[in-house]
């Protein structure tokens, strides 16, 4: 995955700002030679109506409207973000249950309020487990 310094920075700082609740946000971007690159991170609330310390939901209205705005463009939503208060930057069981095949997702880890690893991780439908995938990109070789 391609990521710049800049994107990085925008959901290293979501993760610190929402601390200690989970935050999360989409990847926008596009595909080249296979490898997503990202444009855009869009941050999302965090509707989960439970602990979103350790939880976090996107309205699913809110997708459609990312996917209804992106529509006409060469963009599109090629993953989603979120953040582990107080736990490592790997996806958790309840991750896995829930990912779309075809998505990368970032998780970050934010340790006492200061952002710590970022990781990226791709569902790998053979399997059905998460593999990591290298984040690169403008400061980030």
Same mark, same amino acid.
């Given at each position: ?25 989409? *990847?926008?971007?596009?595909?080249? /030679?296979?490898?997503?690159? +990202?444009?855009? #991170? =869009? ?52 991750? *896995?249950?829930?990912?779309?095949? /075809?998505?990368?997702?970032? +998780?970050?880890? #934010? =340790? ?30």
């Amino acid at each position: 995955m391609e990521l710049d310094r800049k994107l990085e920075s925008e959901i290293r700082a979501h993760g610190e700002h929402a601390f200690p609740e989970e935050c999360c946000g989409l *990847l926008i971007g596009r595909y080249k /030679n296979g490898v997503p690159v +990202v444009t855009e #991170v =869009r941050r999302m609330r965090n509707t989960n109506e439970g602990s979103r310390n350790t939880r976090y939901n996107i309205d699913p209205l809110e997708l459609i409207s990312v996917d209804r705005e992106l529509e006409n463009t060469d963009l599109e939503m090629i993953g989603i973000y979120h953040s582990h208060p107080n736990h490592p930057s790997r996806p958790s069981e309840t991750d *896995l249950k829930f990912a779309w095949p /075809n998505l990368s997702y970032i +998780v970050l880890s #934010v =340790r006492d309020g200061v952002a710590d690893l970022i990781t990226s991780w791709r569902l790998d439908i053979d399997t059905e487990k998460f593999v990591q995938e290298k984040i690169t990109g403008e400061d980030n070789k």
